[in-house]
């Protein structure tokens, strides 16, 4: 057993995979995730904002250092989103745009503490859509809401070191997306296309980290999002052809 009371424990092996049992622990820090996304996912939907949580929020393999991650599906001016922050008191710390790769969409993230995430895409996505998000697991506000006393509704997806997590009644299910390749799109709902292209670039991340992102640059509280990003295009010609398909 594990002596982390917040890690997962009691480990069955079965060639290529575990079955990862969860501890009480466990299951109390996911409802306090789970409550937490809750309340800004229902001011997010209050506001008419379509919403995705993803992440190990979603899949349910959650510990103590386990980040909030909700994305706004909407393509709407950040400024309307801010708005909606303003009226409802939430405060954040920090925002900042982001690109992780010269093919990626543009987004502007919120941070709310460092453990709370709301993302608002500046650019369109590819033509794969969010099977970027649903590849590491997403959830609706819908799905969010759904409860199995207080053990939440998860959906499987992929971590950062490249196991698929497939959640069970009393835990998780843990195979390396090697062994799981042919079958895993199936399972994630995504296309063969993003998984080998999420692959590449995780692979990429364990080699040399995170130093990698091509955009990252945090703006003050009074910035637009918009308005520096069309200034950094006038002389970055990736960010401008980016812009130009938004």
């Given at each position: 057993m594990n002596s982390d009371p917040y890690r997962t424990h009691n480990h069955t092996h079965n060639h290529t995979h575990n079955h990862s049992h969860y501890s009480q622990n466990h299951w109390d820090l996911f409802k306090k995730l789970r409550n937490e996304a809750q309340k800004i996912g229902s001011m997010l939907s209050s506001a008419g904002f379509d919403i995705l949580i993803y992440g190990s929020i979603a899949r349910g393999d959650i510990n103590p250092k386990s980040d909030i991650d909700i994305l706004v599906k909407d393509r709407i001016p950040s400024y309307r989103l801010e708005?909606?922050?303003e009226e409802n008191d939430l405060r954040y710390s920090r925002k900042y745009l982001v690109q992780s790769t010269p093919n990626d969409v543009i987004k502007v993230v919120y941070e709310f503490d460092p453990m709370i995430h709301i993302v608002l895409l500046l650019t369109n996505?590819?033509?794969s859509g969010y099977d970027f998000y649903h590849f590491g697991g997403a959830?609706?506000?819908e799905d969010l809401s759904k409860?199995?006393?207080g053990r939440g509704y998860r959906k499987?997806?992929?971590n950062k070191?490249?196991?698929l997590i497939e959640p069970t009644e009393d835990g998780h299910i843990e195979s390396p997306l090697v062994d799981r390749q042919l079958e895993a799109p199936k399972i994630l709902g995504v296309s063969n296309q993003i998984m080998n292209q999420?692959?590449?670039v995780l692979h990429r991340r364990k080699k040399i980290g995170r130093t990698g992102v091509f955009l990252h640059q945090d703006l003050g509280q009074d910035e637009n999002p918009e308005t520096i990003l069309h200034e950094l295009a006038k002389t970055n010609r990736i960010i401008r052809k980016r812009l130009g398909n938004k």
């Open positions: 708005y909606v922050f996505l590819s033509s959830l609706s506000y409860d199995q006393d499987p997806g992929v070191e490249l196991n999420r692959i590449r």
